[in-house]
């Protein structure tokens, strides 16, 4: 085996993390899942989803302005409740900025009438719409306070004008969670049957979206136990139908998640489906039978939540929702990725700077694979010492392949070489090395953190670019000429790093993988600074113990 390197784990790790997903982590529909086209029994107890949204061009400053809301307020969030309609649609988070410029909290969710509607909506409906039940029309008028806090609930109240009467009652948490409590008093002189509903709905695709499989970004739910994930373009050719005992269900982006959990123990039917923009939603199965002069309630769990892990695995375990802490994206190797979180937010703890975490846990997996590491690169330390010989005996026996591989299996006894033992070793930390990959990618707690000198947001790109002389002349290229510093300095240690490992014989090979760390620097360069600064330290804590083991061998470089 000629290219038994590190440089060609580099190239198994690239297109793990470039193919895994798509192959592996994509889910799979089951035969609960069902095409628009296909017929199914819906009950007619659906709430009305089917219904078209005219998306108007009002901004959202307008849209808030001009309506009745109820303010909404704690120590994460701020935003407004719509009276008409009794709708979430106005959510910020107070403690994530937009950008590092203006300071501008995170505009989560935002009215239905604008381009970016993104919002949650709660309520009633019946079979054939026999009783009358609000709607996005529907005006909630308040009973008490004004304002929702986690001190203070909000009760809304509405009457269909025939003797029965719908309550809300609104609690928030000192964090992302919200419980709404939906009542019914019925006071008519007939029992009647309600089901209860809770939506999600956004207009549009989000414009900052990832397309990229190593984090899922689109419709998320546990549904019995399982995880279902589906793209925004799963969910534009056909209507996703799933029955379920138990689970949650939501809408999540790269950092930030909006999701539905229904009351313990109420089977409910969820739908994911696109009418003119993206709706989430369940309806129990089951109706709420109200007997004349009583009352039916129902709960529903809403969280509006930025993806800190601490949070969300609390939320988890305390509210008992099974498998909620997998809305943050840890993907196949879980039982890697997320230990490794929790040693690197220790580390940012401890050090105060992120970067530096980065740096200290690439060299503590470097420190745990060094007896790995060490076996692989004496062999390719063996390798690239008979490399002329092997060349020589290529060149003497190129036409006679059986004689050529007899003499190769002669000089690999005789120099006591196993062609497969500087592979393995590699195959091994290939796991590990996607796992910091994925964690550091995923990462909201590295987002608008600094390091040294020009990078100051780990989680976006090196700002810099050698197509300006990073920075001396005044002039912004355009992003694909955004080449910076630390993507060149990964680039050029990939580079030492394959000068150091055993050449491919054969030639067109070589060209190519000579090519490869030019490929990989224009690649990286648009990903995250946080992980170009992981694999640069790793290739020179790499390059390091190879110069070593060389130079112990008497090995020269090519």
């Not at 696109?274 to 709960?299: R, V």
């Not at 305390?318 to 997998?326: G, P, S």
């Not at 930390?429 to 020009?454: D, T, V």
């Not at 955004?482 to 060209?511: E, F, H, R």
Request: include cysteine.
């Amino acid at each position: 085996m000629d290219n038994k390197n590190v440089f060609v784990a580099i190239a198994l790790s690239m297109s793990v993390l470039l193919f895994w997903a798509a192959f592996f982590e994509t889910p799979q529909q089951t035969s609960k899942s069902v095409s628009q086209n296909k017929e199914v029994n819906e009950n007619v107890i659906t709430p009305s989803i089917d219904t078209a949204l005219k998306i108007k061009t009002i901004s959202r400053e307008e849209s808030i302005a001009n309506s009745k809301r109820v303010k909404i307020e704690n120590n994460n969030i701020t935003g407004s409740l719509l009276l008409k309609g009794g709708i979430i649609d106005d959510i910020s988070f107070k403690n994530h900025k937009q950008n590092l410029k203006n300071k501008k909290n995170v505009e989560f969710l935002n009215p239905a009438e604008t381009k970016d509607g993104f919002y949650a909506e709660t309520g009633w409906t019946s079979i054939n719409d026999k009783i009358k039940v609000p709607n996005k029309d529907s005006v909630w008028k308040t009973i008490g306070n004004n304002t929702l806090t986690e001190n203070q609930p909000v009760i809304l109240e509405w009457n269909n004008g025939n003797g029965i009467i719908f309550k809300k009652i609104i609690e928030l948490d000192n964090k992302f969670l919200f419980k709404i409590t939906q009542q019914v008093q019925n006071n008519t002189n007939k029992s009647i049957d309600l089901y209860p509903y809770a939506q999600l709905t956004r207009n549009k695709i989000p414009d900052d979206i990832q397309n990229f499989y190593i984090s899922h970004e689109g419709f998320i739910g546990v549904f019995d136990e399982e995880l279902k994930e589906d793209d925004y373009d799963d969910i534009e050719e056909k209507k996703i139908i799933r029955d379920a005992n138990e689970g949650w269900l939501g809408i999540t982006d790269k950092f930030w998640v909006m999701a539905l959990v229904p009351a313990l123990g109420e089977n409910f039917k969820s739908t994911f489906l696109y009418n003119d923009s993206f709706k989430a939603n369940y309806i129990l199965n089951n109706p709420t039978t109200i007997n004349p002069s009583s009352e039916g309630s129902n709960d529903v769990r809403l969280f509006v939540a930025a993806k800190e892990v601490e949070t969300i695995d609390s939320y988890a375990e305390n509210e008992n929702i099974n498998k909620f802490d997998l809305v943050i994206d840890w993907g196949w190797f879980y039982f890697f990725t997320k230990p490794l979180f929790f040693v690197i937010d220790y580390l940012f703890k401890y050090s105060g700077n992120f970067g530096v975490a980065i740096v200290i846990i690439t060299i503590a997996i470097r420190l745990i694979f060094f007896p790995l590491a060490n076996y692989s690169f004496r062999s390719m330390a063996k390798m690239k010492a008979v490399q002329p010989e092997m060349m020589r005996l290529k060149e003497l026996h190129k036409e006679d392949k059986v004689k050529l591989q007899q003499e190769m299996m002669s000089l690999y006894r005789k120099e006591k070489i196993n062609p497969a033992s500087g592979c393995l070793p590699i195959l091994i930390q290939i796991p590990f090395f996607f796992a910091i990959y994925k964690m550091l990618f995923i990462s909201l707690e590295m987002r608008h953190q600094p390091f040294f000198g020009w990078i100051k947001d780990l989680s976006d790109r090196d700002p810099t670019s050698i197509f300006n002389l990073f920075g001396l002349i005044p002039w912004d290229p355009p992003s694909f000429l955004i080449i910076g510093i630390w993507p060149i300095l990964m680039g050029a240690s990939m580079w030492v790093q394959q000068k150091l490992n055993p050449a491919p014989a054969d030639p067109v090979q070589a060209k190519i993988f000579a090519f490869f760390p030019l490929f990989l620097t224009i690649i990286l360069a648009s990903f995250p600074s946080g992980l170009v600064v992981y694999w640069t330290i790793n290739n020179i804590l790499t390059i390091a113990q190879q110069w070593v083991i060389m130079r112990q061998t008497k090995v020269k470089t090519n």
